[in-house]
């Protein structure tokens, strides 16, 4: 993911940041940040397919089951750290060589998925709501809004991606656009 990514680095005046660390322990933060005026795009990617028995049971409970189990550590993962970016009070974290803007107005968090079964809008509204689920239980300063999370299949970003290079289109103004007029 972050190959194809790089290709997006000063295009648009876009800056991206693969495989970032804490400054302050060298511990992984987030798999990918790109930087694009005033908002912060925070990514984590998530390989992996839904069991057979989640894909064709015919039953939600073992669809969201196994989701969860796969994919839903993607959700705690971009919460915890967006919340150790923007405290509501203390110092703010800071990620080693990304320089987070002081005038940050959004937050983008973003879930790269592997499956294919998981483009799906349905899939995108439960994951938020996992993720806003996880945010809820961190105090979060309002100095930036966190915007919902946006659920993105590998082969849909790749296409994006090659889109955006030809010139087309700037692909956070895209994503930004898509989350602010569709919260769920």
Same mark, same amino acid.
């Given at each position: 993911?972050?190959?194809?990514?790089?290709?997006?680095?000063?295009?648009?005046?876009?800056?991206?940041?693969?495989?970032?660390?804490?400054?302050?322990?060298?511990?992984?933060?987030?798999?990918?940040?790109?930087?694009?005026?005033?908002?912060?795009?925070?990514?984590?990617?998530?390989?992996?397919?839904?069991?057979? /028995?989640? @894909?064709?049971?015919?039953? =939600?409970?073992?669809?969201?089951?196994?989701? %969860? !189990?796969? $994919?839903?550590?993607?959700?705690?993962?971009?919460?915890?750290?967006?919340?150790?970016?923007?405290?509501?009070?203390?110092?703010?974290?800071?990620?080693?060589?990304?320089?987070?803007?002081?005038?940050?107005?959004?937050?983008?968090?973003?879930?790269?998925?592997?499956?294919?079964?998981?483009?799906?809008?349905?899939?995108?509204?439960?994951? /938020?709501? @996992?993720?806003?689920?996880? =945010?809820?239980?961190?105090?979060?300063?309002? %100095? !930036?809004? $966190?915007?919902?999370?946006?659920?993105?299949?590998?082969?849909?970003?790749?296409?994006?991606?090659?889109?955006?290079?030809?010139?087309?289109?700037?692909?956070?103004?895209?994503?930004?656009?898509?989350?602010?007029?569709?919260?769920?």
């Amino acid at each position: 993911v972050n190959w194809v990514l790089g290709g997006l680095n000063g295009r648009d005046s876009l800056s991206f940041y693969p495989d970032t660390t804490w400054e302050h322990d060298g511990r992984k933060s987030f798999d990918a940040v790109i930087l694009s005026g005033k908002c912060v795009v925070v990514m984590e990617h998530k390989g992996g397919f839904l069991n057979q /028995n989640a @894909r064709y049971s015919n039953t =939600l409970e073992n669809l969201l089951g196994d989701l %969860q !189990a796969k $994919i839903g550590k993607g959700c705690k993962q971009l919460a915890r750290d967006v919340a150790s970016l923007f405290p509501e009070q203390g110092e703010n974290k800071r990620l080693k060589d990304v320089p987070i803007p002081l005038d940050t107005a959004y937050v983008l968090p973003i879930l790269v998925v592997q499956d294919l079964m998981l483009r799906g809008p349905f899939i995108n509204y439960f994951l /938020n709501q @996992r993720f806003a689920s996880e =945010l809820s239980l961190f105090k979060i300063h309002r %100095q !930036a809004e $966190i915007l919902p999370l946006t659920v993105m299949q590998i082969t849909d970003l790749e296409d994006m991606v090659e889109t955006s290079e030809s010139g087309s289109f700037d692909i956070v103004s895209l994503l930004h656009r898509r989350c602010t007029e569709d919260r769920e």
